[in-house]
């Protein structure tokens, strides 16, 4: 806030956005951005800067010219490699993802994007990586594993065997490896977010980003069209459709 400027940043989660949907929840992000977002096999990289240069509108229409967000690194692999432009490629031809610092790219496009309207942004990227690893666990962290480590105890001392301890509903329930297993490849299934579950809506509720009902409301498509310099009719078919509009 005291600098007026707007953050993006990458949150590690290679496959599954639960982390960056956590960091924004407990963090107060603006906007939280998640793979599981986009059930296309592969999504054009405007598709996220228009998501990104709406949130930002958004806020400036609250009057406010800063914001955080979050940007799950399991974006990476959605970016369809036909919109990503001039990017290194490997002997395949295959774009080198670990090579690309995806809040450095949308930071890049996003800022253009708003400079050729004549709209003054200042944002910044960051990537949050290991070092989030070393941040003191909270009280929550504390009693949670604590009572992971017990159940597990006692679940071994019962003769239990081959099962993940977990704590639902405050007890324990004991999930056998082969049920989290993928029989094809050995490794553990991945568990996606889910955007319809109640958990994802109530953080969406609170994200500043356009929705279906900034469309809908003639005095708030107006405020916005106006904020980001553009006519209803050009704000509508530029963004319209990241928030199922049109």
């Not at 639960?18 to 960091?23: D, K, P, S, T, Y």
């Not at 006692?154 to 405050?170: H, K, M, N, P, S």
């Not at 993928?182 to 929705?211: C, E, F, N, S």
């Not at 409301?217 to 509508?236: I, N, T, Y």
């Amino acid at each position: 806030a005291t600098t007026g400027k707007c953050f993006f940043v990458t949150v590690m989660g290679r496959h599954a956005g639960h982390l960056a949907l956590g960091i924004g929840g407990a963090a107060g992000a603006t906007v939280t951005v998640v793979a599981e977002e986009f059930p296309e096999h592969h999504v054009p990289i405007q598709r996220l800067v228009d998501v990104l240069e709406g949130a930002i509108v958004k806020r400036l229409v609250h009057g406010r010219n800063h914001g955080v967000a979050l940007l799950a690194e399991g974006l990476l692999e959605k970016l369809d490699p036909q919109t990503l432009g001039a990017v290194e490629r490997d002997a395949y031809g295959n774009v080198r993802l670990e090579e690309l610092e995806l809040a450095r790219l949308l930071k890049r496009r996003v800022a253009a994007s708003l400079a050729a309207r004549g709209i003054e942004t200042r944002i910044v990227a960051k990537d949050l990586g290991y070092e989030l690893r070393c941040a003191p666990p909270g009280g929550f962290d504390i009693q949670y594993c604590r009572s992971l480590g017990y159940w597990a105890t006692c679940f071994l001392l019962d003769g239990g065997t081959e099962a993940l301890a977990t704590i639902q509903g405050g007890r324990l329930v004991p999930i056998p490896f082969g049920n989290v297993l993928d029989p094809k490849t050995g490794k553990i299934r991945v568990r996606y977010a889910d955007i319809h579950a109640d958990a994802y809506r109530t953080l969406h509720a609170y994200m500043i980003r356009l929705k279906r009902e900034d469309f809908e409301r003639p005095e708030q498509r107006e405020a916005l069209a106006r904020a980001a310099k553009m006519s209803e009719a050009e704000f509508v078919h530029r963004f319209g459709y990241v928030a199922g509009y049109g």
